[in-house]
């Protein structure tokens, strides 16, 4: 169920006054009629109605049996590591989202979880670290920012074999391309702040469970720990998943146009771009993502300095200088400074993070603006430099 038809129709509308829009519930508590005796709602950090419509929304998408919204994408996949005890142990994908990798290790590792980071892209690499210990499997497809594709189907029979949860951390596909659920994950999370989201105007979290054993856990966490997401951004996600399928058509489509044209550019040396042939595993992801390889691009220089990829990325004119990615408008960043600057420069460049290499998230703006405003800054590099004064 995840047609724009469907999305838009199952949000629900509100039968209390026949809104078309969702209201927003902005109130911390519930009237009851005595006590116990309520509508169903009692206090807002247990539940709260425009948060439940934007759950049930997600939960549809995602083809799970329940969703659960939360302040941001890390308070998301803190509730899911809170599944775990002293002594368990995670296995998870070695260039997984920054701030995942610093609440492991930093914060989780302190009270006794062990994780074992590999490239789940080979599933020999996941088989040297199982245990009995080992509770959950951890995956990210494509990738931050180089765009590795590992087979979900494949790891989650991993899982199943040994007796641990697949999670996928689903935020880079966005479920209008892919649905980790229906490939055998037990849960997905999501950073809603980026494709859910889609306009780049509020952090928000998402859990999605498979089983209802799994949603009662998460349920029981979500109010323990309270990191829930309030009912304005709750009704800012609604809307911007109405348009999630065709802003990520549009997205995909430029994309692909925009890392073709760089895979011939002669100042370009690698391309990441799940949708080219050249890619490593281009065969699963189009066997895992249907219809659409995502709006984010990573490309390095083939002169690859750091110097190179400033000029690049304050040259340009659409795509602009931001962390985030996956909304309307264009940006684009350089990991080794912004978002991978905290990983030793040894670790970037072994992980395929070069001095030079560029994240772009390709917007809904004209597919032509955006090729124009990359072929400008690209020529800034490749022209030999006598030849820029003017
Ligand atoms: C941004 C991001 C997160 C964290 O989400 P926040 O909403 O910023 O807390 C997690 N995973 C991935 C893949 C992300 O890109």
């Known amino acids: 169920m995840s047609s724009t038809t469907d999305i838009l129709h199952s949000i629900p509308v509100d039968e209390l006054t026949g809104s078309l829009s969702v209201p927003v519930y902005q109130t911390a508590t519930f009237v ?10 009692d206090y807002a950090r247990s539940g709260n109605p425009t948060r439940h419509a934007l759950e049930s929304v997600v939960a549809k998408l995602e ?4 969703a659960f919204a939360f302040a941001t994408g890390l308070a998301a996949i803190d509730s899911v590591i809170k599944l775990l005890s002293t002594g368990d142990e995670i296995i998870a994908v070695d260039d997984i989202y920054g701030g995942a990798y610093r609440l492991f290790t930093h914060v989780y590792q302190k009270l006794g ?32 920012p180089t765009l590795k594709i590992t087979d979900i189907a494949h790891v989650s029979k991993i899982a199943k074999s040994i007796n641990a949860l697949l999670v996928v951390d689903n935020t880079f596909a966005s479920p209008a391309s892919q649905k980790p659920i229906q490939l055998g994950a037990d849960i997905v999370i999501h950073s809603a702040t980026k494709y859910l989201g889609g306009h780049s105007d509020l952090l928000a979290g998402i859990v999605v469970t498979k089983t209802e054993e799994l949603s009662e856990k998460i349920k029981f966490i979500q109010n323990a720990s309270g990191g829930i997401l309030g009912p304005w951004d709750c009704f800012l996600a609604i809307r911007g998943i109405e348009t999630l399928n065709l802003r990520v058509e549009r997205q995909s489509e430029t994309a692909y146009k925009i890392a073709h044209f760089l895979e011939q550019h002669e100042a370009v040396d690698q391309v990441h771009y799940p949708g080219l042939v050249s890619h490593k595993n281009h065969e699963i992801a189009k066997k895992q993502q249907k219809g659409s390889f995502g709006s984010i691009i990573s490309f390095s220089l083939k002169d690859d300095t750091s110097e190179n990829a400033v000029k690049f990325v304050t040259s340009t004119k659409y795509f602009k200088l931001a962390e985030s990615l996956g909304g309307v408008k264009s940006l684009l960043c350089q990991p080794a400074q912004m978002t991978h600057a905290s990983v030793p420069r040894e670790k970037r460049l072994s992980s395929g993070i070069q001095d030079s290499l560029i994240r772009l998230s390709c917007g809904i703006e004209e597919t032509e603006d955006l090729l124009n405003d990359i072929k400008k800054a690209l020529d800034l590099i490749s022209k030999p430099k006598n030849k820029l004064v003017v």
């Open 32 to 41: 009851q009629e005595a006590p116990g005796v309520n509508k169903g709602y």
């Open 113 to 144: 979880i062990k994780i074992h980071y590999v490239d789940t892209t080979d599933d020999d690499n996941i088989l040297k670290f199982v245990n009995q210990n080992t509770k959950l499997i951890w995956i990210e497809s494509p990738t931050n």
């Open 63 to 66: 083809g799970g049996h329940s």
